[in-house]
């Protein structure tokens, strides 16, 4: 019976979510807003992106600690819609792009306007704009002279870094998307993914040929790539990647060779807080969506948990500083992670503080003959069922993560609906020094992800709108200026557009911010880029041709 009436009770909670969502774009409902502070803007904007964090997440790092507030709690401001373009549960790259320009955008695409609309509340898109490159607000702050920094633990071409820094039409194009990042701009990088750099002979290395560290460090930045050389910086211009791939969960990790999540947002906010005219930094926790793929309960508090101390030190600097608004948002939820345990805190605690890793950090040691000792090490696994074990060497052969899950979830009560992602509405934190958060901006408790660029915006003095038509152009207006335009493929993996008129040769390499007017180089203020064989050319590029 108790079961059924807090059904009952979900069902309600659901049908007034649904009711308050409302039906359109926005939410504001035009009440009296006379008592918001007067001075909204700020310097500096410090935005979370919990790639796959749900409300439940949250709550099972909270009984993790006994059930003591997170730092975040105290910031919890309402909802956020996550939905994208094409489909009512949205991806990583979609998602982040939405908070990266302020525009949805089709699932798998990274900045870039649709070429697919299915769902509501989406403004149309004119044929002649479709899958053309979105400014981010990294560019907008660039612009405006302010220092611009992402911080992660995935590798860099992930699609929620990739979303801030460059433009794709498939998130899986990792050479294109590296290559622009690395030519972006941006002036504090820090995360994993240094093998994406380099050529050699893994997957992940570059296929061009090109070493990309040497063009970072040609064109000014410190490159790191372990803890000491992170902490020991002097520069205020650096990109680190501590790992070839990701970076390990803050459970696993050792902390003499990779910095945690804490310390690279630290890190990143000093660095970026010397510039007088402010700064714009997006840290994602980006492997609590992988846990939640993977149903591994372990891995989803260690990275909500590496979070939350990311969060309140980021609160701290702006509470110190006066002058810096903080916010966190999901992309989306993933998992469908559930807890329906009637036992008391001691008895749920006693089982998680037993578990010392994550499933991704015994993969490579466990074997046939030594699981039983590793599960009885890393979680307190000592009793294992006949059944359990005939499940944990299947797990080995195939995925041993969702079968650890399960096995910790029978015994606090946690379940997963799914391995992939849900469509419910995420969580928003935001701390303002005025008390002005998103929720003020658009007037209501449920906004859209889109709402949260275009808050960042207002409380910076950023338009993305009115820079979006000075910028990006198609490279067919140069025939309007009677050039002529060929793809030169001679190298097939850089492709280099080139303009000739009246004696004038104008090269401009695919993804990167340079053009080369008659041998002499030049910066040009966004990448040129090419988006389904049509190539996007900055409106400085085109102004060169007379």
């Known amino acids: 019976m108790r079961k059924k009436v807090i059904g009952r009770i979900c069902s309600t909670v659901m049908v007034c979510s649904l009711l308050a969502a409302g039906n359109g774009t926005t939410y504001a409902s035009g009440a009296n807003n006379s008592d918001a502070p007067t001075n909204n803007s700020v310097k500096n904007v410090i935005l979370f992106i919990t790639d796959g964090m749900s409300l439940s997440d949250v709550n099972l790092a909270r009984w993790y600690q006994g059930g003591q507030a997170l730092a975040m709690d105290k910031y919890f401001s309402g909802l956020v819609r996550t939905y994208s373009t094409d489909s009512l549960t949205t991806d990583s790259a979609a998602g982040a792009t939405a908070y990266a320009t302020g525009h949805k955008v089709k699932s798998e695409t990274v900045s870039i306007l649709p070429d697919r609309i299915t769902m509501p509340f989406v403004d149309a898109v004119k044929p002649e704009d479709v899958n053309k490159p979105l400014l981010t607000i990294m560019d907008a702050a660039r612009m405006a002279g302010k220092s611009t920094g992402t911080v992660f633990t995935c590798e860099l071409t992930d699609a929620t870094p990739a979303t801030f820094l460059s433009h794709a039409y498939t998130r899986d194009n990792a050479q294109s998307i590296a290559e622009q990042m690395v030519y972006s701009g941006v002036d504090v990088l820090l995360g994993g993914g240094s093998g994406y750099l380099v050529p050699g002979k893994e997957d992940i290395n570059r296929k061009d040929g090109e070493d990309l560290t040497k063009i970072l460090k040609s064109n000014g930045y410190e490159y790191v790539t372990d803890k000491a050389g992170l902490m020991n910086s002097k520069t205020n211009k650096i990109w680190g990647l501590f790992n070839p791939e990701a970076l390990d969960a803050d459970f696993d990790l050792n902390p003499q060779k990779q910095p945690s999540l804490v310390e690279m947002t630290k890190v990143a906010i000093e660095k970026l807080s010397q510039n007088e005219k402010g700064f714009i930094l997006m840290v994602e926790a980006s492997q609590i969506d992988w846990y939640g793929h993977d149903n591994d309960p372990v891995g989803i508090m260690s990275e909500t948990l590496a979070f939350d101390k990311a969060f309140k030190a980021a609160v701290d600097f702006a509470e110190k500083d006066g002058n810096t608004a903080v916010l966190s948002v999901s992309d989306h939820a993933t998992g469908g992670l559930n807890m329906t345990n009637y036992d008391s805190t001691k008895d749920l605690v006693s089982v998680l503080k037993k578990a010392k890793h994550t499933s991704y950090y015994i993969e490579g040691s466990i074997n046939e003959h030594n699981f039983k000792k590793v599960l009885a090490d890393n979680y307190g696994l000592s009793d294992l069922t006949k059944e359990e074990a005939d499940q944990v060497r299947l797990g080995m052969k195939d995925n041993l993560s969702p079968v650890i899950g399960k096995i910790l979830g029978n015994k606090i009560g946690v379940t997963f609906s799914t391995d992939d992602h849900t469509s419910e509405e995420v969580g928003l934190f ?51 200026k009677g050039a002529t335009i060929t793809l030169d493929k001679t190298d097939k993996t850089n492709p280099v557009v080139v303009v000739k008129k009246a004696g004038q040769v104008l090269k401009l390499p695919i993804d990167k911010n340079i053009a080369i007017l008659d041998g002499k180089t030049t910066k040009l203020n966004v990448l040129t880029v090419m988006i389904k064989d049509k190539v996007w050319v900055s409106q400085d590029a085109l102004d060169l041709i007379l």
Do not use: M
């Open 430 to 480: 935001a701390y303002h020094p005025a008390n002005y958060k998103p929720t003020d901006f658009v007037n209501s408790g449920v906004i859209q992800n889109t709402d949260v660029n275009k808050y960042i915006q207002e409380v910076t003095g950023l338009n993305l709108a009115q820079l979006q038509d000075t910028l990006y152009v198609s490279s067919d207006k140069f025939k309007a």
